[in-house]
C-alpha cells in the first residue's frame, strides 16, 4: 500500500508564494496522473492541477499562471509551486495518485494540508 504525505501547507499574505510537497511512502509504479485538489468549507472538492506520466499538465482555471505542478520521481515526491496567492486559494489541499495496475485504477489521498491567504 502506498501513503501520501502532504506538507508545506501555512498562513500566507496575499500575493504570496507557497510551495507543497506531497511524499509517497514507497516507489509507486504504473502511476497514470498524480494531482493535487482542494476543497474549502462548504464546498466541493475541485481539481487544482495534474501531472500525467509523460509529464503533461493541466490546470484549473482560477490557477493559471500562479501555479506549477511538477514531480521528482528519485525522491517519490510531488511538488505544488503556489505564486501570487489569492484569498480564494485558501482551502485544504490533498495531494492524489492515481495508479493503473492491470487496466484497474487505484486513488491515494493525502491527509490535507492546510493553506490559508490572508492579511
Known amino acids: 500500500q502506498v501513503q501520501l504525505v502532504e506538507s508545506g501547507g501555512g498562513l500566507v499574505q496575499p500575493g504570496g508564494s507557497l510551495r507543497l510537497s506531497c511524499e509517497a511512502s514507497?516507489?509507486?509504479?504504473?502511476?497514470?496522473?498524480m494531482g493535487w485538489y482542494r476543497q474549502a468549507p462548504g464546498k466541493e472538492r475541485e481539481l487544482v492541477a495534474t501531472?500525467?506520466?509523460?509529464?503533461?499538465?493541466n490546470y484549473a482555471d482560477s490557477v493559471k499562471g500562479r501555479f506549477t505542478i511538477s514531480g521528482d520521481n528519485a525522491k517519490n515526491t510531488v511538488y505544488l509551486q503556489m505564486n501570487s496567492l489569492k484569498p480564494e486559494d485558501t482551502a485544504v489541499y490533498y495531494c492524489?495518485?492515481?495508479?493503473?495496475?492491470?487496466?484497474?485504477?487505484?486513488?491515494?489521498w493525502g491527509q490535507g494540508t492546510q493553506v490559508t491567504v490572508s492579511s
Open positions: 492524489n495518485a492515481r495508479q493503473i495496475v492491470l487496466a484497474r485504477p487505484y486513488d491515494y
Open positions: 501531472l500525467t506520466s509523460v509529464g503533461s499538465t
Open positions: 514507497r516507489i509507486m509504479f504504473s502511476i497514470n496522473t
